[in-house]
């Protein structure tokens, strides 16, 4: 399930000063993290877990996709805002991501939209 959070900011932080918060926010957690065509790219240790899958298997439904494979998510660079966004990832990836997005809007006093 695609999540995207928004951050709305009166003064846009510069783009070095993201790079270097995200680079922190993620530290030994990432194993990489690269801009490429307007975004960042922070791919975590590890692989996507589903968290509900023997439940599944019972016969309950979670009617969350979970993509298989690396775990990642992006942060997308616009005039007055940014995008973290993340494609079927699971939980974790997910709460990783919503963190770095508040962290923005608290440093930055920026506004936060899901």
């Known amino acids: 399930m695609p999540r995207d959070i928004f951050v709305y900011f009166e003064k846009m932080p510069e ?48 009617n969350v996709p ?12 616009a005039d007055n805002n940014i995008d973290v966004m993340t494609r079927e990832q699971d939980p974790f990836t997910n709460d990783v991501a919503k963190g770095f997005a508040e962290l ?6 920026g506004r936060l939209k899901e």
């Not at 923005?104 to 006093?109: K, N, S």
């Open 66 to 77: 979970y993509r298989e494979g690396e775990r990642w998510f992006e942060v997308y660079l």
């Open 15 to 62: 783009k070095g000063e993201l790079e270097t918060l995200l680079k922190r926010y993620v530290g030994g957690a990432a194993t990489e993290v690269k801009f490429d065509a307007g975004r960042w790219f922070a791919t975590l240790h590890g692989s996507n877990s589903n968290p509900v899958l023997d439940f599944e298997k019972k016969g309950y439904a979670s």
């Open 104 to 109: 923005m809007a608290r440093l930055y006093h």
